[in-house]
């Protein structure tokens, strides 16, 4: 035991050994651009129980140069959203590791004291429905930038459902976020194949045939799985 603590002691960590987060780590790095940015309704925690750092991660190890806005704020100028401006490749949304309405209240529709995903616990740092308040800003400042989904909330909510906290039924998320695909579940090898393809240039609203994906279509629409 007092060998592993001696070794973190001596273990020297730089802003650069986590996630970009900010302006100025990427200056640091002498990045001029990003190729994904992660949007997530948690604090950055690097550890693997935090989605967001996983997949953060696991886009990193394909080569990317990736970002990550822990709880941008959706309340003032924007300004969180903004900041890395377009990436070459994507843009990603998880609400965090809860549904963001099981986050906020309890089953008798109360409003929780605290966030235990948010530091200090403070509340109040993600909106109600988060991926889609999330999404619709994405997507009305990029409009052309493929924007995918994920994580707990995006999951559960793909398909209609039935939502306790309004008492009525919802659509699949991705009518009301208008992402481009979503991925569900443990989705870390659906994503390094997307990620592949979308270097090559395939165009996302084509990608129909990766696993544990959702994507849109009309009803008279073709696509290769129908």
């Not at 651009?33 to 989605?51: C, E, K, Q, R």
């Not at 052309?144 to 008492?167: C, F, K, N, Q, V």
């Not at 579940?185 to 544990?212: A, D, H, N, R, W």
Request: charged share 25%; hydrophobic share 35%.
């Amino acid at each position: 035991m007092l060998q592993i603590k001696k070794r973190m002691e001596e273990a020297k960590y730089t802003i650069t050994d986590w996630l970009l987060t900010s302006r100025k780590e990427m200056t640091m790095r002498g990045w001029e651009n990003t190729d994904v940015i992660l949007f997530s309704g948690d604090a950055y925690v690097d550890h693997p129980s935090f989605g967001s750092a996983v997949i953060g991660r696991v886009l990193e190890a394909e080569g990317l140069k990736v970002a990550i806005v822990p709880q941008p704020n959706w309340q003032d100028d924007l300004r969180d959203f903004k900041k890395f401006g377009k990436p070459n490749l994507f843009f990603a949304i998880t609400a965090g590791c809860m549904d963001s309405m099981v986050n906020h209240y309890t089953a008798n529709k109360r409003k929780r004291s605290n966030d235990a995903y948010t530091p200090g616990g403070k509340p109040n740092f993600r909106p109600d429905y988060t991926t889609i308040t999330y999404s619709k800003i994405i997507k009305d400042l990029f409009p052309d930038t493929p924007l995918i989904i994920g994580g707990i909330e995006a999951s559960l909510r793909r398909l209609t459902h039935y939502d306790y906290w309004s008492d009525k039924l919802m659509p699949g998320i991705l009518a009301d976020t208008e992402a481009d695909l979503l991925f569900y579940g443990m989705g870390e090898k659906s994503l390094v194949e997307f990620v592949k393809l979308v270097q090559k240039g395939v165009p996302v609203k084509s990608l129909t045939t990766i696993p544990q994906t959702v994507f849109k279509v009309s009803q008279d629409d073709d696509y290769a799985t129908k």
